[in-house]
């Protein structure tokens, strides 16, 4: 079953002009059960296949576009999605403004309505929608459908990049790192291994994600392309691969993938020991069903552990 979910996010400025929602807003906002398009219901949170129509992808073709909000309910209960030039929800609030407020603009009640626009940040847990900022404004007419919202498929995929996670390496070192073995101590010139103890898919990728918006489907792919070992001594090393783990039953021997040899000891180091940071170099193309595609900056994790150099003391006996 693929299913568009909404995806959020700020993109820009606030609209001018827009006031804080107050506390107490009496807002009827309960999506209602035809909200969704046909062949599809409510989850409490987007709009799903019915079991009769599973393998249709739903999408409601209802997007704002500041803040960002994707397959939006094209209603909520008593407020409609209106895009260009408004952008927001709007609802008729007239039962609730006094004749002389000044939202009337000088009209009387039942000479057009007052409505409130209202913007939409989130959908959260249970399908309740997670409102904004707001404005009041008179028309003579009821604001009507407007075109969609032309997405930009590259914001899109922004969004989709923005949702992904990308968490820290765990570092795997021999000789062992302080944090897991205090008196943990290598040798100038023995050879030091580097891995990565917890590749995979949020640490390493890939993560391959896609969303539909505007009948265009964007699919952003990331994954890590090398990792910067910082060895604290001035040198840094690149893997592209997680590295191999080493065992005592190796012996002294070079790592086969990811190595270093320290020349001098860490006795003038902070805590006498080299800091190693391990920066996963991350990166992520996004393709567009239009054909258009693209490059992302994702975001670099890095990790630090901590090891001891010594040297070999001969002692000789005369």
Partial sequence: MSVSA?????????????????????????????DCPPGSSWNGVFCVPDEDELGEEVTTDC?????????????????????????????????????????????SPGDGSVYRCIKLTAVGDGGQPTWGDYR??????????????????????????????????????????????????????????????NAGPTTWGPIEESATAGGITVTVTAEVESVTWDM??????????????YVPALGVRPSPSCGHTYAQTSADQPGTAYAVTATANWTATWTASTGVGGTLEPPRPATTAHV???????????
């Avoid at 996010?9 to 006031?19: D, N």
């Avoid at 397959?71 to 929800?89: E, H, K, L, T």
């Avoid at 604290?232 to 783990?245: L, W």
């Avoid at 040297?311 to 006996?317: G, K, L, S, T």
Wanted: proline fraction near 12%; charge should be negative.
């Fill in 6 to 34: 909404s995806i959020t996010g700020v993109v820009g400025g606030l609209v001018a002009g827009l006031f804080p929602v107050p506390a107490d807003a009496d807002l009827d906002l309960s999506p209602a059960a035809d």
């Fill in 63 to 107: 997007h704002q576009s500041d803040p960002l909000v994707l397959n939006a309910p094209c209603r909520i209960g008593a407020y409609q999605f209106v895009a260009s030039p408004y952008d927001c929800y709007i609802g008729d609030i007239s039962s609730d403004v006094p004749p002389n407020d000044p939202r009337w603009e000088g009209h």
């Fill in 136 to 197: 009041d404004f008179w028309a003579a007419e009821a604001p009507g459908e407007q075109p969609p919202v032309v997405v930009n498929p590259e914001e899109v995929a922004q969004q989709l990049l923005d949702g992904m996670r990308f968490e820290p390496l765990e570092l795997g070192l021999a000789p062992r790192p302080l944090e897991q073995a205090p008196g943990s101590i290598g040798l100038v010139g023995a050879p030091v291994w580097m891995w990565v103890t």
């Fill in 232 to 245: 604290g001594d001035g040198t840094s090393v690149s893997c592209e691969t997680p590295g191999d783990a």
């Fill in 308 to 318: 001891r150099i010594g040297e070999r003391q001969v002692i000789e006996i005369g």
